[in-house]
Antibody
């Protein structure tokens, strides 16, 4: 059974770094890409970035300078790191795979002092 | 980056009514390999999105056949033939032809 589960701090202070983990089961990271998508409260979906099955990455153009996505295939985990956080980064962060077929439940991240 | 424009932003429908949602792209979504990577998702309140249609018109397994997708190039349409209560929520198109991936702004389907 395929599962994706996001984890990370619910509250981050402005200018700090956000670190999120997506732990997957039921499929291999070396055969599937994993994407991060975020959703500010009451707003639409925004593609954040992806790590491909071969390990290369792609990022949202507007976030590229602050964003890093990596993985540990032995632990079936994908990591998102975003620095210099601002209040506009407050959102639910989802990880998803298989062309948006599989989704985690999301983790709410609030940027506030 | 590719911009996807969805219209209308809000759609009011009665149960049983047929409705359509448009998704227009700023660039052709036809990939050099001949595929067009345009998907449709539905997000119900408080839930992660659900994949309905992929590659423009292919229905994901388990999705009712009242949903259908069509289009090519830059113009795409999602049609619901006979809205049911469980169809209410926000619909998004998303393209995977070009990097970076991008989503449309969403269309909220509500009861009239």
């Amino acid at each position: 059974q395929v599962q994706l589960k996001e984890s990370g701090p619910g509250l981050v202070q402005p200018s700090q770094t956000l670190s999120l983990t997506c732990t997957v089961s039921g499929f291999s990271l070396t055969s599937n890409s994993v994407h991060w998508v975020r959703q500010p409260p009451g707003k639409g979906l925004e593609w954040v970035g992806a790590i491909w099955s071969g390990g290369s990455t792609d990022y949202n153009s507007a976030l590229k300078s602050r964003l890093s996505i990596s993985r540990d295939t032995s632990k079936s985990q994908v990591f998102l790191k975003m620095n210099s956080l601002q209040t506009e980064d407050t959102a639910i962060y989802f990880c998803t795979a298989r062309s948006y077929l599989w989704w985690g439940q999301g983790v709410m991240v609030t940027v506030s002092s | 980056d590719v911009v996807l424009t969805q219209t209308p932003p809000t759609l009011s429908a009665t149960i049983g009514q047929s409705v359509s949602i448009s998704c227009r792209s700023s660039q052709s979504l036809l990939h050099s390999n001949g595929n067009t990577y345009l998907n449709w998702l539905l997000q119900r309140p408080g839930q992660p999105p659900q994949l309905l249609i992929y590659l423009v018109s292919r229905l994901e397994s388990g999705v009712p056949n009242r949903f259908s997708g069509s289009g090519s190039g830059t113009d795409f349409t999602l049609k619901i033939s006979g809205v049911e209560a469980e169809d209410l929520g926000v619909y998004y198109c998303v393209q995977s032809t070009h990097a970076p991936r991008t989503f449309g702004g969403g269309t909220k389907l509500e009861l009239k």
